[in-house]
């Protein structure tokens, strides 16, 4: 089974800083989806960035990036210039390929952001 | 992407009562996603909902404690039956879009917070 596992329970950051979340996944799998969503207070699920694991180029989204080392079943992702914004829980998650599968989570790293 | 609208948004009940959440979505769509995220806890599957055929659950939940409904391809219910303050929970519905091609992340409802006294 695959599980995922976010070590930081808790992160820092100055506004207009950089910040790096870990997460390390374990599948027997050689396709599948990587994924960091946010989670505001409102509750709401937001999709920050995925990775397809065939592909060797990190993905970035604007201020978001990834470092995706599959050898390494790593999976971390940085956030450049923080904005107070930025503020939120962020979950790593992990999906088969194919259809009908469902998220597996990590626990979550909140992400503090101070001005 | 997918548009859902998750009802309602908060709710506080009474112990052994039941609440039914609704999650409504602007297109058709396959497989259909209830996850509990328990307060301060990551989001754990309940199970997964597909039109036409009974639910899928997971290990830990069944269904005579969390009916789910799906009787169409946009719309789903869960109920969470003879509460008890353990349930007390956000519940959050997630969908996965129609095209297999559209490998995306899927889109999640607002979720409920549901609040046993």
């Known amino acids: 089974a695959q599980t995922v596992t976010q070590s930081q329970p808790e992160m820092s950051v100055q506004e207009a800083e950089t910040v790096t979340l870990s997460c390390t996944y374990d599948?027997?799998?050689?396709?599948?989806?990587l994924f960091w969503y946010k989670q505001p207070p409102s509750r709401q699920m937001i999709l920050v960035i995925r990775?397809?694991?065939?592909?060797?180029q990190n993905a970035t989204e604007n201020r978001f990036s990834v470092n995706f080392q599959k050898a390494a079943k790593s999976f971390s992702l940085k956030i450049s210039d923080s904005q107070l914004g930025d503020a939120a829980m962020y979950f790593c998650a992990y999906r088969s390929e194919g259809q009908g599968f469902s998220f597996i989570f990590g626990k979550g790293t909140r992400l503090l952001v101070k001005p | 992407s997918a548009v859902i609208s998750q009802k309602p948004s908060r709710d506080i009940c009474q112990r052994g009562t039941s609440l039914t959440i609704q999650c409504q979505v602007d297109s058709q769509v396959t497989m259909m996603f209830w996850y509990r995220q328990q307060p301060g806890q990551s989001l754990t599957l309940i199970a997964t909902?597909?039109?036409?055929?009974?639910?899928?659950?997971e290990s830990g939940f069944v269904i005579d404690k969390f009916p789910i409904s799906r009787p169409n391809l946009t719309f789903s219910t869960l109920t969470v039956s003879n509460m008890s303050p353990e349930d007390s929970s956000i519940y959050l519905c997630?969908?996965?879009?129609?095209?297999?091609?559209?490998?995306?992340?899927?889109?999640f409802g607002s979720g409920t917070r549901l609040t046993v006294v």
């Open positions: 990775q397809e694991a065939y592909k060797q």
């Open positions: 599948t027997s799998e050689s396709d599948y989806y």
């Open positions: 909902a597909n039109q036409g055929s009974e639910a899928t659950y």
């Open positions: 997630s969908v996965e879009p129609r095209l297999a091609s559209t490998n995306y992340g899927y889109t």
